[in-house]
């Protein structure tokens, strides 16, 4: 079953405008997690934010967590035209002893120069 | 290089015919886990396996099977084939998955088409 639901489906920007993305999901979770899908190609790992964290920073991304409206956030700053991809989140939640990583239909984001 | 990889990346076949899409990884992970990613539908969970020996149904398991003999080793099987399947598949790894807040790594994904 898919938990996590992107919000827009397609986003298009200019280079060195912000870009945001929404995610929204619907039981408890142990970390959200976002993940860069470049056209033809596997899953990259961007960021991880645990569920007693509120916000997190890598380079040009921030993420923010709000459990009490199970919903997250990404934003990437400063986007480049190498941003272009698309964007998951993935909610990792317990399931018995394993944890269970749920992705979410994703953000295709386009950023032209 | 840290990688997971996967064969072939591109196949066409035909229905019934039986397929096997092979992954390994080389970071001596636990965890290892078959997507597949459909339009409109995201990633879609079809087997995990926890360690060698130990493997378990995601979401949409039916028409696959996986063994995990090995531990660098997690092959995807397809026993007759059928148009449905027709999908990009994808091959995962992580450290453990044992209440863990680790990332998973990917392959580069296998595109079957099923005629």
């Known amino acids: 079953s898919q938990q996590g639901e992107e919000d827009p489906q397609a986003l298009s920007i200019q280079e060195g405008e912000n870009a945001t993305m929404n995610c929204s999901y619907k039981?408890?979770?142990?970390?959200l997690q976002w993940y860069r899908q470049n056209s033809g190609r596997g899953l990259v790992h961007l960021i991880l934010?645990?569920?007693?964290?509120r916000e997190k920073h890598s380079g040009r991304l921030r993420v923010t967590l709000d459990t009490s409206k199970k919903s997250s956030s990404l934003l990437i700053t400063a986007s480049r035209a190498a941003d272009t991809a698309s964007y998951f989140c993935?909610?990792?939640?317990?399931?018995?002893?394993?944890?269970?990583?749920?992705f979410g239909t994703g953000t295709r984001l386009q950023v032209t120069l | 290089e840290a990688q997971v990889t996967q064969n072939p990346r591109y196949l066409i076949t035909v229905t019934g015919k039986k397929l096997t899409v092979t992954c390994s990884q080389n970071?001596?992970?636990?965890?290892m886990s078959w997507y597949r990613q459909d339009p409109g539908l995201g990633l879609r969970q079809i087997y995990y396996?926890?360690?060698?020996?130990?493997?378990d149904k995601g979401d949409v398991p039916e028409g696959y099977k996986v063994s995990r003999k090995e531990k660098r080793n997690f092959p995807l099987i397809l026993e007759s084939p059928s148009p449905n399947q027709t999908s990009l598949y994808f091959c995962?790894?992580?450290?453990?998955?044992?209440?863990?807040?680790?990332?998973?790594?990917f392959g580069d994904g296998t595109r079957l088409s099923i005629l």
């Open positions: 995962a790894s992580s450290p453990r998955q044992t209440y863990s807040n680790q990332p998973q790594h």
């Open positions: 039981t408890s979770i142990n970390n």
């Open positions: 934010i645990r569920s007693n964290e």
């Open positions: 993935a909610t990792d939640s317990r399931a018995g002893t394993a944890s269970k990583l749920t």
């Open positions: 970071m001596n992970h636990e965890y």
């Open positions: 396996s926890m360690n060698v020996e130990v493997t």
